[in-house]
């Protein structure tokens, strides 16, 4: 969503640090590029405004202080990435629990935001973490509404407390109250509410949302807003700002392609953080919102932090421990291990969401674009067509095998003598990194920059000349 703007900041620290001692009218030019580039992103005059003229003043201040040009980008650049922390809305804030159980959540905001799809993804965070949700299917407007709650309920099993078919039909009020009687009689610890939307705020949406309001009094109302609409999420969430309230913003839809000014605009203009942020279609794409890691992608600085949490979520921790285990005892990393890898990473999702949180992905844009994720899909299927046998000792496989699993895999045999050549280098890599001491959880990340050390070779001998004087003097010498 970032990706231009990401593009223009990189682009203005580029210049800056290329610059031996940064002067006033390199600095305002500075700003002047930073401002477009916030504009064109869809922020809020409002807040472009008073966000250059906050870097502005202390840059000025960092310019008096510091003499070294490239200490003086390294300081600008600090301001602005604090900056952009502070307009985001400074640090991330988690839902407030219930002293007397059930935690009640509401959700609202227009139609077509994605807050059906928002609750199962709601749900499926905190059940995840060892809570007990319950779904209350509140918008008895949309149709199929309460059909699509339940699927999503289904899908993570979460159950869903819907007595209404909805289409038009039922009082949503008395649902919401009526679901609250029923956590409370199950003893569910979190009941998630999913409220009717309209095309555009109108009266009636909001006199329907303050009446559930008023019925449940819940502990957090959140205000789901689609992060592609940008100027207009402003316009909307003042609107529900004034007519109902809320406590915090999640933003829907930060995987497309819109320029992301709702989300460095909400923040600061509603004095409400954004707690949450849906990536992706997925029900897993969805996580607290971090003010600072936000504005590290926005930088091109990544997000290391978030890919360590999705890496340590998704790699089991006694089979890295055996994976350690057997680097430090000597035994080779087999095919079967490489599987357990690949399952792995298939958990921790898009490979190419994963790329996009490294520092320097801007560099890599278009690699990353055309990064196929279905070679994960492929390798896994050659793999698991060998037998346990194959996979531990890859030396066994002749060409009978080769084409065995080439037939199991539904790929090329040409595929599978790619792997296991790729995979006997990696091996043979290994054991090089592992004869040369390096630390075990430095092994993968050193492996592609270690190459075999050769003996350098003996110089070569001298010929002897054939005039016997000539050859006396070279033999002396």
């Not at 959140?222 to 969430?237: C, N």
């Not at 095919?335 to 992905?361: E, I, T």
Request: overall charge neutral; aromatic content about 6%; glycine content about 8%.
């Amino acid at each position: 969503m970032f990706d231009s703007l990401t593009s223009r900041f990189g682009a203005t620290f580029s210049s800056l640090r290329s610059r031996g001692k940064i002067s006033h009218s390199d600095l305002d030019a500075s700003c002047s590029q930073i401002r477009q580039a916030l504009l064109e992103s869809d922020v809020a005059l409002e807040v472009v405004e008073s966000f250059v003229a906050e870097i502005a003043q202390k840059s000025m201040s960092a310019l008096a202080t510091i003499q070294s040009g490239t200490n003086q980008a390294n300081a600008i650049f600090e301001i602005v990435n604090s900056s952009l922390i502070e307009i985001l809305g400074g640090s991330a804030r988690r839902v407030r629990f219930a002293k007397n159980p059930p935690t009640v959540i509401m959700l609202a905001g227009l139609q077509g935001a994605g807050k059906t799809t928002l609750a199962g993804k709601l749900a499926k965070f905190y059940a995840d973490q060892g809570n007990t949700p319950l779904l209350v299917a509140c918008d008895l407007q949309r149709p199929n509404a309460v059909t699509q709650l339940q699927l999503l309920g289904a899908s993570i099993n979460v159950p869903v407390f819907c007595p209404e078919a909805g289409d038009g039909v039922g009082d949503p009020v008395k649902v919401a109250q009526e679901g609250i009687t029923f956590a409370k009689a199950k003893q569910y610890n979190m009941v998630i509410v999913d409220t009717a939307g309209r095309l555009g705020v109108d009266s009636e949406l909001m006199s329907q949302a303050c009446e559930i309001r008023d019925a449940l009094q819940p502990d957090e109302i959140l205000f789901v807003v689609d992060s592609m609409i940008g100027q207009d999420a402003v316009r909307t969430s003042q609107a529900f700002l004034d007519g109902v309230g809320f406590d915090g913003v999640v933003l829907t839809k930060l995987d497309g392609d819109a320029r992301g000014g709702a989300a460095l605009s909400i923040a600061t203009l509603t004095k409400r953080p954004i707690m949450f942020a849906s990536t992706g279609e997925k029900l897993s794409d969805f996580d607290i919102f971090y003010p600072d890691r936000m504005a590290s992608r926005i930088l091109g600085m990544g997000d290391v932090a978030t890919l360590a949490e999705q890496a340590k979520a998704a790699f089991d921790g006694d089979t890295s421990k055996k994976l350690e285990a057997k680097f430090a005892s000597g035994e080779d990393f087999t095919l079967g291990d490489f599987l357990d890898q690949l399952s792995a990473m298939s958990k921790m999702g898009s490979m190419s969401k994963l790329l996009g949180m490294l520092p320097g992905n801007a560099a890599m844009k278009k690699q990353i674009e055309n990064f196929d994720d279905g070679e994960i899909v492929r390798t896994k299927a050659i793999v698991e067509s060998m037998t346990p046998h194959e996979r531990a000792d890859p030396k066994v496989l002749n060409g009978s095998r080769r084409s065995r699993i080439a037939l199991g895999s539904g790929r090329k045999v040409s595929e599978v003598n790619t792997l296991v050549d790729r995979f006997s280098a990696a091996q043979k890599m290994m054991r090089q990194v592992r004869s040369g001491g390096m630390p075990a959880g430095m092994g993968a990340m050193a492996m592609p920059a270690m190459a075999p050390i050769r003996p350098q070779s003996a110089p070569k001998k001298k010929s002897k000349s054939g005039n016997p004087a000539k050859r006396a003097i070279e033999e002396s010498q």
